[in-house]
């Protein structure tokens, strides 16, 4: 069956202080992987795309990396408006977004 | 210009009404999903449209009736719902059809309550 566990479920960090989000998944056949950023009562935005292992890609103070059985979302130097839950979905074989249930971030000043 | 629109942002309607929530998106794409999003919970998938033709419905209850007009509009009728069908409802769009591997961009959501 495929699956998409995300750890940990809740991430509480200082200003300024890096870390890293896990995205564990067995899907079918990975045609994709992607990470959202969602605010609460408000639609997922997207962050990034990663289609093969050894991909990297980065926007500001995120960066994405994928390998054959995990995904890492590393901030670094966060800030308060970073604080948001993050979201991490694999497209299956037949193109199913197989979401995680998400790791809620914040970021104290 | 990665926009997909909905409206209401906010909708409360009772057991016995009929209403309808709209999506929109004017970047060409060519599949078109809802999903339902209850709280402190992962988007679960409703429907999906690819080329305007119904592609998927994932054992969705009757009482949730998916229309696409055109290519740019999607609307999903409610009727007869239950207090628990309460939750953001959202609507996607991707570049090419169902079967690819095109990002889907979400809209900000419908908020719905069902007294």
């Known amino acids: 069956e495929d699956q998409v566990t995300q750890s940990p479920e809740a991430l509480r960090l200082q200003e300024g202080e890096s870390s890293s989000l896990n995205c564990s998944y067995t899907?079918?056949?990975?045609?994709?992987l992607f990470w959202y950023r969602q605010d609460p009562g408000k639609g997922p935005e997207f962050l990034f795309t990663l289609y093969s292992a050894g991909e990297e890609k980065e926007k500001e103070r995120l960066k994405a990396t994928l390998t054959k059985k995990e995904s890492f979302l590393h901030i670094t130097a966060p800030k308060p408006e970073d604080s948001a839950t993050y979201l991490c979905?694999?497209?299956?074989?037949?193109?199913?977004?197989?979401f995680g249930q998400g790791t809620e971030l914040s970021v104290k000043p | 210009d990665t926009e997909v629109t909905q409206t209401p942002k906010h909708l409360v309607m009772g057991m016995t009404n009929k209403k309808s929530l709209k999506c929109e998106q004017h970047m060409g794409h060519r599949a078109m999903y809802w999903y339902k999003q209850k709280a402190k919970k992962p988007p679960e998938l409703m429907f999906v449209?690819?080329?305007?033709?119904?592609?998927i419905n994932e054992s969705v209850p009757s009482r949730f009736s998916p229309e696409c007009p055109n290519s740019s509009l999607l609307n999903l009728h409610l009727h007869a719902l239950q207090p628990e069908d309460s939750a953001l409802y959202l609507c996607?769009?991707?570049?090419?059809?169902?079967?690819?591997?095109?990002?889907?961009?979400f809209g900000p959501g419908t908020r719905l309550t069902v007294l």
């Open positions: 449209y690819s080329y305007e033709k119904l592609s």
């Open positions: 996607a769009s991707s570049q090419e059809g169902w079967m690819s591997t095109d990002t889907q961009y």
């Open positions: 899907v079918s056949g990975l045609r994709g």
């Open positions: 979905a694999a497209a299956n074989q037949g193109g199913k977004l197989i």
